[in-house]
């Protein structure tokens, strides 16, 4: 008598619910259309993507600090953070720099064109957690993007935070991001320093570095008020935030205060490519947001 | 556990009540420049292609369900929309006949990362519960450091394990699908003389063991001697091509390449496995590289297996199958590696 094995299924393809633990979640992507482009400088556009179902659009929930990865059908896939507010669910805002082959043909796609949307992914900022707290928004460069979530959500809450301030550094004011909303953060009764490394013929704001503002902040708290009730959150490049949290750990903030998001190479974006980690962290799955403290312990990070 | 014996003769019989079905085990393929016969698993039809007493394989079984490439999903493009159809690429069981422990344990250690984690991976999932696993003792080799691994035994992730004492095997019976199997050759329940003989047998297989790593507080020393000047020394000797990762038993990263056909009606999502060791593993749009340089990586990947996966699932990422020492072209293994690690700065 011969032993013939049978074939087991995985899952069943069809109903299949998206969810984490579910097996067929991995391959899955929700079909989304790219409903408008909105340049903003010459090379990053703000996309509205929408997840097409609208009951999957309406069940999509994420919170401010985590990404999705963005599907282009035969040209590649890789991770962006949102940019909008958790509110506005599978409705999504990707602010993206042609950069890669994957960013350049996206550069070159116009309205309508349908996408994959898979996610949310990651840690978020703990913006719930930050209630009743002063909020140090700190930004450099394209630092913004993943910024301007916890923004939104902070905006939409402003009742439960107190002090909030934007410090936005960019490289010139023709590579200021969100320019159109910088009126709107201010009604909201939101401190908003803005400083470039090169000014141009029009630029009035000031020129320098985002520390010298930074540490002009420090120096307005009085006494103990800044370390006891601030949370910050800092996005930028490795060099900036890295000399940023030196400056508000210096003040006595908690590390565990203190919130950066990284960026790293990705291929799935669900703890199995290894391309994202950190000495052995995964980005994908510890990140991309960690407190300052989780930073200073990854090998490599900074 | 249940156990039994039955005579080394009658394993041509537990292969023919198995091979209605694809069988995977060790096959010759061919001589290496020093006369040394080689092996790797491959489809086995006839028995008598089975080399059962083989040393080691070139490659592990790993590639039966973490293939070197797959094509994870396809996409149909009508007018400006698509379709996209995912296949896990599980169309047959396999019986995997003759794997040695420290290669049933690595599929226990992926296990852990791609099936037991957050976002169970279905294309490796797929393939390895279709899998009927019979494990075979092994004489260890110069370059096996399994022992100091602790992958030298098997205590879970097959069917059927197999140990040679003499004319007869003994069977640890895994599986109720391995007991059914048993019941068709003429076994007997092992005896006390038989407890015996197996015991003899696994000391001096446990004896016989030339070849050791010191894990001992390995991810403290780790990360105190993540700046040490030994890594560069090996960087310099590392040709970052990647070999030690094609070889690993345990090496599970890859690349997603997607391709679009000729005609444009059509594109694929191909998965590759990678290698951290390749130079532009960690670089990202813009061109900007997290680890430029060859050290960088080549401690990274030691990092990953000895350090991060312990820190995640109390055991290394290794099985001290010494695959990738052998098949390093600078000559790099583990043991001196990580010994040169120990040590501190000198040594290299």
Same mark, same amino acid.
């Given at each position: 008598?011969?032993?013939?094995?049978?074939?087991?299924?995985?899952?069943?393809?069809?109903?299949?619910?998206?969810?984490?633990?579910?097996?067929?979640?991995?391959?899955?992507?929700?079909?989304?259309?790219?409903?408008?482009?909105?340049?903003?400088?010459?090379?990053?556009?703000?996309?509205?993507?929408?997840?097409?179902?609208?009951?999957?659009?309406?069940?999509?929930?994420?919170?401010?600090?985590?990404?999705?990865?963005?599907?282009?059908?035969?040209?590649?896939?890789?991770?962006?953070?949102?940019?909008?507010?958790?509110?506005?669910?599978?409705?999504?805002?990707?602010?993206?720099?042609?950069?890669?082959?994957?960013?350049?043909?996206?550069?070159?796609?116009?309205?309508?064109?349908?996408?994959?949307?898979?996610?949310?992914?990651? #840690?978020?900022? $703990?913006? +719930?957690? %930050?209630?009743?707290?002063?909020?140090?928004?700190?930004?450099? =460069?394209? !630092?913004?993007?993943?910024?301007?979530?916890?923004?939104?959500?902070?905006?939409?809450?402003?009742?439960?935070?107190?002090?909030?301030?934007?410090?936005?550094?960019?490289?010139?004011?023709?590579?200021?991001?969100?320019?159109?909303?910088?009126?709107?953060?201010?009604?909201?009764?939101?401190?908003?320093?803005?400083?470039?490394?090169?000014?141009?013929?029009?630029?009035?704001?000031?020129?320098?570095?985002?520390?010298?503002?930074?540490?002009?902040?420090?120096?307005?708290?009085?006494?103990?008020?800044?370390?006891?009730?601030?949370?910050?959150?800092?996005?930028?490049?490795?060099?900036?935030?890295?000399?940023?949290?030196?400056?508000?750990?210096? #003040?006595?903030? $908690?590390? +565990?205060? %203190?919130?950066?998001?990284?960026?790293?190479?990705?291929?799935? =974006?669900? !703890?199995?490519?290894?391309?994202?980690?950190?000495?052995?962290?995964?980005?994908?799955?510890?990140?991309?947001?960690?407190?300052?403290?989780?930073?200073?312990?990854?090998?490599?990070?900074? | 556990?249940?156990?039994?014996?039955?005579?080394?003769?009658?394993?041509?019989?537990?292969?023919?009540?198995?091979?209605?079905?694809?069988?995977?085990?060790?096959?010759?393929?061919?001589?290496?420049?020093?006369?040394?016969?080689?092996?790797?698993?491959?489809?086995?039809?006839?028995?008598?292609?089975?080399?059962?007493?083989?040393?080691?394989?070139?490659?592990?079984?790993?590639?039966?369900?973490?293939?070197?490439?797959?094509?994870?999903?396809?996409?149909?493009?009508?007018?400006?929309?698509?379709?996209?159809?995912?296949?896990?690429?599980?169309?047959?069981?396999?019986?995997?006949?003759?794997?040695?422990?420290?290669?049933?344990?690595?599929?226990?250690?992926?296990?852990?990362?791609?099936?037991?984690?957050?976002?169970?991976?279905?294309?490796?999932?797929?393939?390895?519960?279709?899998?009927?696993?019979?494990?075979?003792?092994?004489?260890?080799?110069?370059?096996?450091?399994?022992?100091?691994?602790?992958?030298?035994?098997?205590?879970?992730?097959?069917?059927?394990?197999?140990?040679?004492?003499?004319?007869?095997?003994?069977?640890?019976?895994?599986?109720?699908?391995?007991?059914?199997?048993?019941?068709?050759?003429?076994?007997?329940?092992?005896?006390?003389?038989?407890?015996?003989?197996?015991?003899?047998?696994?000391?001096?297989?446990?004896?016989?063991?030339?070849?050791?790593?010191?894990?001992?507080?390995?991810?403290?020393?780790?990360?105190?001697?993540?700046?040490?000047?030994?890594?560069?020394?090996?960087?310099?000797?590392?040709?970052?091509?990647?070999?030690?990762?094609?070889?690993?038993?345990?090496?599970?990263?890859?690349?997603?390449?997607?391709?679009?056909?000729?005609?444009?009606?059509?594109?694929?999502?191909?998965?590759?496995?990678?290698?951290?060791?390749?130079?532009?593993?960690?670089?990202?749009?813009?061109?900007?590289?997290?680890?430029?340089?060859?050290?960088?990586?080549?401690?990274?990947?030691?990092?990953?297996?000895?350090?991060?996966?312990?820190?995640?699932?109390?055991?290394?990422?290794?099985?001290?199958?010494?695959?990738?020492?052998?098949?390093?072209?600078?000559?790099?293994?583990?043991?001196?590696?990580?010994?040169?690690?120990?040590?501190?700065?000198?040594?290299?």
């Amino acid at each position: 008598m011969t032993h013939k094995l049978t074939t087991k299924s995985i899952s069943s393809k069809k109903g299949y619910t998206a969810k984490e633990q579910d097996i067929a979640f991995f391959e899955y992507s929700h079909k989304a259309e790219i409903t408008n482009i909105y340049p903003l400088t010459a090379n990053e556009k703000l996309y509205q993507v929408q997840i097409i179902d609208p009951d999957d659009r309406a069940a999509f929930s994420f919170k401010p600090g985590q990404f999705v990865m963005l599907e282009l059908p035969g040209i590649g896939e890789a991770p962006f953070s949102i940019s909008s507010s958790p509110t506005r669910h599978g409705a999504l805002e990707l602010c993206i720099r042609a950069a890669g082959n994957m960013t350049n043909f996206l550069d070159r796609t116009s309205r309508g064109t349908k996408v994959g949307i898979s996610g949310p992914f990651g #840690t978020s900022f $703990p913006v +719930e957690d %930050m209630e009743g707290d002063d909020i140090l928004l700190l930004a450099g =460069g394209l !630092g913004i993007v993943p910024l301007r979530a916890p923004i939104m959500s902070v905006l939409e809450n402003r009742s439960r935070y107190g002090r909030v301030d934007i410090i936005y550094g960019a490289k010139t004011p023709s590579d200021l991001l969100f320019k159109y909303q910088y009126e709107m953060w201010k009604q909201f009764d939101i401190n908003l320093d803005i400083i470039v490394d090169k000014g141009d013929s029009e630029w009035t704001g000031p020129v320098g570095m985002i520390t010298e503002i930074i540490k002009r902040r420090v120096a307005e708290a009085s006494g103990d008020d800044f370390k006891h009730r601030t949370s910050a959150i800092v996005c930028g490049p490795p060099v900036m935030f890295n000399f940023v949290c030196e400056i508000l750990n210096h #003040t006595g903030l $908690p590390m +565990e205060k %203190m919130f950066v998001s990284l960026e790293r190479r990705m291929h799935c =974006g669900r !703890g199995k490519c290894c391309r994202c980690n950190i000495g052995s962290t995964y980005t994908c799955l510890k990140g991309p947001v960690f407190d300052y403290w989780s930073v200073l312990n990854l090998q490599e990070a900074i | 556990m249940i156990f039994k014996m039955f005579p080394a003769a009658e394993l041509e019989d537990l292969f023919a009540l198995l091979a209605v079905n694809r069988i995977i085990g060790p096959i010759s393929k061919g001589l290496n420049k020093d006369g040394h016969e080689l092996f790797d698993f491959d489809h086995v039809t006839d028995f008598s292609h089975l080399k059962i007493a083989y040393t080691q394989t070139i490659h592990s079984a790993k590639k039966f369900c973490l293939p070197h490439h797959e094509e994870t999903s396809t996409f149909t493009f009508t007018g400006d929309d698509w379709q996209k159809e995912v296949d896990f690429g599980a169309h047959q069981p396999l019986v995997l006949f003759g794997l040695h422990p420290c290669d049933i344990n690595s599929l226990n250690k992926l296990d852990k990362v791609l099936m037991d984690s957050i976002y169970p991976n279905p294309f490796y999932g797929a393939k390895r519960q279709n899998m009927l696993i019979i494990g075979h003792s092994c004489t260890p080799q110069p370059a096996c450091f399994c022992q100091s691994m602790g992958t030298d035994t098997v205590l879970a992730g097959c069917d059927l394990f197999l140990t040679l004492l003499g004319d007869d095997y003994f069977a640890e019976v895994h599986s109720s699908r391995a007991y059914h199997l048993l019941e068709q050759l003429d076994c007997w329940e092992p005896g006390a003389k038989d407890h015996a003989r197996f015991r003899a047998s696994i000391e001096k297989r446990s004896d016989s063991f030339t070849n050791t790593v010191d894990t001992s507080d390995l991810t403290k020393i780790l990360d105190m001697e993540f700046a040490s000047q030994v890594w560069q020394q090996w960087g310099e000797r590392c040709l970052s091509c990647g070999t030690c990762a094609q070889v690993c038993p345990t090496c599970y990263c890859y690349g997603i390449e997607e391709k679009v056909d000729m005609d444009l009606s059509r594109a694929v999502k191909n998965k590759q496995l990678y290698s951290c060791n390749l130079i532009d593993f960690a670089e990202v749009a813009g061109g900007h590289n997290f680890r430029p340089e060859s050290h960088t990586r080549l401690k990274y990947r030691y990092y990953h297996k000895h350090r991060g996966f312990v820190e995640a699932f109390e055991e290394a990422l290794c099985t001290g199958c010494g695959r990738c020492g052998t098949s390093c072209l600078a000559g790099i293994t583990v043991p001196e590696v990580i010994a040169s690690v120990r040590g501190g700065s000198h040594d290299a």
